[in-house]
């Protein structure tokens, strides 16, 4: 090994530490990393920028536009309403719902579809009684799955599409259905699966409305004594504070002081927070206590939910969110988002810490009470997954003209790029034209549909992948897989990447994964020479097919918090559809490629 070889590995293993250990956000990690490389000389700028001008990297910044555009049209949502209304029993529900939803995805980015579909799936689990962690799970596998079918079911085959199509490698890529071979029987054999046994694997968890309006244990309020209040300087069972039906009063904060446990004689003093657990409607009679005020650092108070002018809204923070680095209250959390936090609840358990003080982290589930026009304003935010209106105001009034223009729009230029009129890349710059030019979509709006640390990461990681060409690392690696699988037989090796890039996925992130594994798998075909698409078919399932953690893929994430699931949840139904897809996939590719 040379010294930049020796050099470049160090950096990978750093960069694989830093985004395991959430050190900081992915893009950040991956991009420091390339200008490490930069100014190192170990890439020239040219190789260093190579990756903002891939068509891959750039046909997925137009694709965040376009499904954003059919997403704003509300119509898939609305018919998927209507569809569930029909379904009598729990498994035909799964089927009806879960089927189309996997079709959705091979088309449309995955992400918008598990954002837009969680709260339709829990309101529809809780009116009837159902337990949404038993559809939450599942929603966001099938769209994995689903993603696998098309070249634009996800980014992760376009980024690998778009590695292959430049140089050095300098291949014609994937057509929109190469990877289809692969992806419908894994589809199929994963939906069996989760309408079976996966079905009977996942918890039976309440819906977050449900345990807010039910469960008195499990979430914090914080109310400010003011002057007004008329017994200060009176003990807490003298004020009434003792013996409150589904309220309880855990802490009392002093200044710099934390009283806690509360005690029956500790006296109230002006000024003083207190911290109490319980029901959202015992708060709200609370409130109406003179000189008691609900802390939702908002002008905004509970009993605007009575007037129409203020809603309950479920949020889910970003792992990609700003707002990791920060306490509710350093992050101004307030003037940033005209919102208050009421509640956080993290892995289903409730936070001893005053709302102020806590330090959200990715998959927090947050109670918000905000204005009506929330949803609205933030539904595009890199912050947090906007999941659901617990009291949804009306929506503003869709054209559905527009909607089904842009849905049509999609369908005739997947048709187009399908009968080799137009390459992926041609056809959606022509679609995000017609969509600006109709004004269907404003360019303030395709801006925000733009998800620009997604396409940071994916441009940085490429060009890493150079460097790992270029200095020869990836000929080394795929030399020492070779010499270690290669007395197996080629169906072992095939088997060896496809679990490296499922192994890295899980880990660190689908991107990454690909672009790490794709000069790898390059390098492994020219030296036993075998058909390389075969391995870049191989890469790019493995890279999405993420199961087995919460972290691996964004829409396992979505659905973390809204779930109430456990990172143990994850393991235990999805390493069963792990090592099933793995089996189905690599017998195919062994099949039809080598």
Not at 336 to 361: C, P, Q, T, Y
Request: aromatic share 8%; glycine share 8%; charged share 15%.
């Amino acid at each position: 090994m040379t010294f930049q070889m020796i050099f470049v590995l160090i950096l990978i293993i750093a960069m694989l530490g830093a985004l395991l250990l959430d050190v900081a956000r992915p893009d950040m990690v991956v991009f420091s990393v390339l200008v490490i490389l930069l100014i190192t000389n170990i890439l020239s700028p040219k190789e260093a920028l190579s990756g903002f001008s891939n068509e891959g990297m750039l046909t997925i910044a137009l694709l965040f536009i376009v499904a954003g555009a059919v997403q704003k049209s509300g119509l898939i949502d609305e018919m998927i309403t209507r569809w569930l209304r029909n379904s009598k029993t729990q498994a035909g529900s799964m089927v009806r719902f879960f089927v189309p939803v996997s079709a959705f995805s091979a088309f449309l980015n995955n992400t918008p579809i598990v954002v837009t579909f969680t709260p339709v799936i829990k309101k529809w689990c809780e009116d009837r009684g159902i337990a949404p962690s038993k559809f939450l799970i599942p929603l966001s596998y099938v769209t994995i799955l689903g993603g696998t079918i098309t070249l634009i079911g996800t980014s992760t085959n376009l980024v690998v599409h778009g590695m292959l199509t430049s140089a050095p490698y300098n291949m014609d890529g994937f057509s929109l259905f190469t990877l289809s071979i692969v992806g419908i029987p894994i589809a199929i054999v994963g939906m069996i699966y989760l309408f079976t046994i996966g079905h009977k694997l996942l918890p039976d968890n309440k819906g977050f409305s449900q345990r807010v309006k039910e469960d008195s244990k499990e979430y914090i309020a914080e109310m400010h004594v003011s002057d007004a209040f008329q017994h200060i300087g009176k003990s807490v069972k003298a004020a009434g504070l003792r013996d409150l039906k589904g309220l309880y009063l855990v802490e009392i904060i002093r200044g710099q002081d934390h009283i806690s446990p509360v005690k029956s004689t500790t006296k109230i003093k002006e000024g003083d927070r207190l911290i109490f657990t319980g029901l959202i409607s015992t708060i709200a009679d609370l409130e109406d206590i003179k000189g008691l005020e609900l802390e939702t650092g908002t002008n905004i108070g509970l009993n605007d939910l009575k007037n129409g002018t203020s809603n309950l809204v479920e949020v889910v923070v970003s792992h990609d969110s700003a707002l990791t680095t920060k306490t509710i209250k350093q992050s101004q959390f307030r003037s940033k988002f005209d919102a208050g936090v009421i509640a956080v609840h993290r892995n289903n358990e409730r936070i001893n810490s005053k709302v102020g003080d806590i330090v959200l982290r990715p998959g927090d589930t947050l109670l918000l009470l905000a204005g009506t026009d929330f949803l609205e304003k933030n539904q595009q935010s890199n912050d947090f997954y906007v999941v659901s209106s617990l009291d949804t105001p009306e929506k503003l009034k869709k054209n559905p003209a527009k909607g089904w223009f842009s849905i049509g729009l999609l369908i005739v230029m997947i048709a187009l790029v399908t009968a080799g009129v137009f390459s992926m890349f041609k056809a959606m710059a022509l679609a995000v034209l017609i969509l600006i030019a109709t004004k269907i979509v404003s360019p303030q709006e395709a801006k925000q549909y733009v998800q620009f640390d997604v396409l940071l990461l994916i441009a940085s990681a490429l060009g890493i992948g150079v460097a790992m060409q270029e200095t020869g690392l990836a000929e080394w690696i795929a030399t020492v897989l070779v010499s270690f699988g290669k007395p197996f037989g080629i169906l072992a090796i095939i088997f060896m990447i496809y679990f490296l890039t499922n192994l890295f996925t899980e880990l660190i992130t689908n991107t990454a994964a690909a672009v790490l594994m794709v000069p790898i798998g390059m390098a492994l075909a020219s030296q036993l020479h075998v058909e390389p698409m075969g391995f870049a078919v191989t890469i790019a399932i493995a890279a999405s097919a993420s199961f087995i953690t919460p972290i691996g893929y964004q829409t396992n994430l979505i659905v973390y918090g809204p779930g109430g699931y456990t990172f143990k949840d994850y393991v235990k139904v999805g390493t069963p559809l792990s090592i099933l897809v793995m089996v189905t996939s690599v017998s195919i590719i062994y099949n039809v490629w080598f």
